[in-house]
């Protein structure tokens, strides 16, 4: 089976000859099934793009950050078109391959938690709006939010029937050597917003109770090329674009995997 798959495309900086000229890219890899690792639109576009990508191949997705920006993570889950992987549960892919996800969120654990970084997702999120202003309350929340994300992926794994293979999307890089931005890890002001210990730690835990599987872990959000093993049996690919290539209005195909 040929995955195809897609992260960080923000697909509504595109104006529509470029949006075309994009899907007929995908086409171009013959894809049986679109993986989207999140950052598709806006909370206004994204069940679009998700529909006019599911033209093209059947998808299965999580969302990034932007995906709810100018509205809250209530609404925009109440509404989400089929393929949303967490309320898909596991999917048995292939014979060999169970697929599943989970959006993750940046759980301000790792990094520089004094940062002066500020992110648009404190303005345009409403349940970060009213902790924009509040360090430790953003903390606080942005780490109950990571737990909340890794709670609903060990349900998945728990819940998942047995395969050789796992396939994990997730958008947000799951340890800090998968943040990855300009081909480096991103720096310690960034890493607290852009990397969810709380599912690594799952992800960990799991890999190393099942030693016999292969995981892999496809992410995006630090719009960085990587690829971690914190495990023999755990990869983690995080996509993105070469330093010095800019990853908004310019939508890649990242790999077609063959699983
Ligand atoms: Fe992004
Ligand atoms: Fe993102």
């Not at 902790?131 to 349900?155: C, H, K, N, P």
Request: charged content about 20%; glycine content about 8%.
């Amino acid at each position: 089976m040929r995955a195809t798959w897609l992260t960080d495309i923000h697909l509504n900086f595109m104006r529509p000859l470029a949006l075309k000229a994009f899907y007929d890219r995908v086409k171009q890899e013959a894809p049986d099934v679109l993986l989207v690792t999140g950052d598709i639109g806006e909370s206004d576009s994204v069940a679009r793009f998700v529909d006019e990508l599911r033209a093209l191949a059947p998808i299965y997705y999580v969302l990034g950050n932007h995906d709810y920006y100018r509205s809250s993570l209530r609404a925009v889950r109440t509404t989400l078109p089929p393929g949303w992987l967490p309320g898909e549960g596991a999917v048995q892919l292939t014979e060999r391959t169970v697929l599943l996800g989970v959006d993750g969120w940046g759980d301000a654990r790792c990094g520089d938690l004094a940062s002066t970084v500020q992110l648009s997702d404190w303005q345009l999120i409403e349940e970060l709006t009213e902790v924009r202003y509040d360090r430790a309350e953003r903390i606080g929340r942005l780490q109950v939010w990571g737990t909340t994300e890794a709670f609903v992926l060990g349900e998945l794994l728990a819940a998942a029937p047995p395969s050789e293979h796992l396939l994990v999307l997730t958008h947000v890089p799951p340890f800090p050597e998968a943040c990855i931005y300009d081909d480096v890890q991103s720096e310690p002001a960034w890493l607290p917003w852009f990397t969810c210990i709380a599912t690594g730690e799952v992800l960990a835990e799991y890999a190393r109770a099942w030693p016999q599987k292969q995981i892999t872990v496809l992410c995006g959000q630090s719009h960085g090329i990587g690829c971690h093993n914190p495990l023999p049996n755990l990869e983690v690919r995080t996509g993105g674009w070469p330093a010095g290539i800019e990853g908004y209005g310019n939508p890649v195909v990242q790999a077609t995997l063959d699983v």
